[in-house]
């Protein structure tokens, strides 16, 4: 069974800050992870995707990596901004085109 | 604007009722899903359907059916409604497998 964890839960930052967000899976058949944003009462927003091939997707400000081996991804943000408080989800899709997404991390990126 | 929209946005409802919940997409994608997102923010996938093909999530008890009329929707049906359903539910497609999934605003549904 495919178990995703984000860590941390909770991360609060001052403006500017790069930071990285964790993301760990139990079970390296994958066929790929997606980083999605949520904002508080709305849908999520795909932010990258990365194919099991991969190493890495970038997208503006934003980098996501991919250690299918290991089990791990990363997504990196540059220069954060209050705009990027929100709730970050990882997940990764499996055969059955089921998606198992972590517990996410709540990011508030302070002025 | 080409979205993913769900009907409706709210749902408060007695234990026992039957109720459908909406989704519509006008994005041309061939693959459409259902997911529950519970009270600690868990977001688990219930169904995925593509092409007529329905892949059910072993965990989903058989109160919840989706229902696809033609490629541009799949509505939920949940019969016999209990307390433990109240969660956000919410919609998404896909242009086919291992594709981006762009995700409706959602559906929150309370249970009394």
């Known amino acids: 069974k495919q178990e995703v964890t984000q860590i941390p839960a909770a991360l609060s930052v001052p403006e500017g800050e790069n930071l990285v967000l964790n993301c760990s899976f139990t079970?390296?058949?994958?066929?790929?992870l997606q980083w999605f944003r949520q904002d508080p009462g709305k849908g999520l927003t795909s932010l990258l995707l990365?194919?099991?091939?991969?190493r890495e997707q970038t997208s503006g400000r934003l980098n996501a990596s991919l250690d299918k081996s290991s089990g791990r991804s990363t997504l990196y943000i540059a220069a954060s901004q209050p705009g990027d408080s929100a709730t970050y989800l990882c997940a990764v899709e499996r055969a059955g085109n089921m998606l198992t997404f972590g517990g996410g991390t709540r990011l508030m990126v302070k002025p | 604007d080409t979205a993913v929209s769900q009907t409706p946005k709210y749902l408060v409802t007695q234990m026992g009722n039957d109720k459908s919940i909406k989704c519509e997409q006008n994005l041309g994608h061939d693959t459409m899903y259902w997911y529950k997102q519970d009270s600690k923010k868990f977001l688990k996938i219930m169904f995925s359907?593509?092409?007529?093909?329905?892949?059910i999530n072993e965990t989903v008890p058989n109160r919840f059916s989706p229902k696809s009329p033609d490629k541009a929707h799949l509505n939920l049906h949940i019969n016999s409604l209990e307390l433990g359903d109240s969660a956000v539910y919410f919609c998404?497609?896909?242009?086919?497998?291992?594709?981006?999934?762009?995700f409706g605003p959602g559906t929150r549904l309370l249970v009394l």
């Open positions: 359907y593509n092409n007529k093909e329905l892949i």
């Open positions: 990365i194919q099991s091939s991969q």
């Open positions: 998404a497609s896909s242009p086919g497998y291992q594709e981006t999934q762009y």
């Open positions: 079970d390296s058949a994958i066929y790929n």
